[in-house]
């Protein structure tokens, strides 16, 4: 019995010396780096989130064949992983809505016209494309199991002489690069 006490009372002993030094080692006022002075930092070099919509797609690392795709609308942000083969339907939505955006099919005169484009069996990215005289506005969804979120992508001048720029025209090409960055992985 006598034996047990003993034994316990040293157990304790080491346990509470072992957690003495492990607290020295974390110390915080020992691990703080001395502060930068704001004068040293180059605005020019940091990184600035996104304001205003946004669209992300990249091959996941490690993992053959999925995307990591994010949609943002400045203030909130939906994200989901998707397979190659839904990624592929994404670019054919994306393909078809730049197509009938640039057509004089389904123009509104005096108020706008609205076509959704979409995959009958994947839901999960679709545009909305709004026409009405020779203007067509974009806007994109994205839906997943973390939310849905629809973002304003722009809008182009049909017939116009200008190189049409669009958040939408972006959102294709970025489809498209990840596509091909992912090829090699196969």
């Known amino acids: 019995m006598l034996n047990r006490i003993i034994l316990r009372t040293a157990v304790m002993g080491v346990l509470l010396l072992l957690i003495a030094v492990f607290a020295k080692a974390q110390d915080p006022k020992k691990s703080q780096q001395p502060a930068t ?4 930092i180059d605005p020019n070099k940091l990184m600035k989130p996104p304001s205003g919509p946004s669209f992300y797609i990249n091959p996941v690392q490690g993992s053959q064949g999925m995307f990591s795709v994010l949609l943002a609308d400045g203030t909130n942000t939906v994200a989901g992983s998707f397979s190659l083969q839904q990624v592929e339907i ?9 197509a009938f955006a ?12 609205t076509t959704r484009l979409m995959d009958q069996h994947e839901w999960s990215l679709f ?17 997943t199991p973390q939310g849905k979120q629809t973002i304003p992508a722009g809008e182009i001048t ?15 090409a970025k489809v498209q690069e990840a596509k091909a960055a992912a090829k090699p992985l196969q």
């Not at 002075?37 to 040293?40: F, G, I, L, N, S």
């Not at 640039?102 to 016209?113: H, L, Q, R, W, Y």
């Not at 049909?158 to 294709?172: C, G, I, M, Q, T």
């Open 90 to 98: 994404f670019e054919a939505v994306l393909e078809a809505a730049k």
């Open 102 to 113: 640039f057509s004089d099919e389904k123009v509104g005169s005096g108020t706008a016209i």
């Open 158 to 172: 049909r017939d116009s002489k200008k190189e049409p720029s669009a958040l939408f025209l972006d959102v294709l």
């Open 37 to 40: 002075p704001h004068a040293a």
């Open 127 to 143: 545009v909305d494309v709004s026409k009405i005289g020779k203007q067509s506005k974009f806007f994109i969804s994205l839906i």
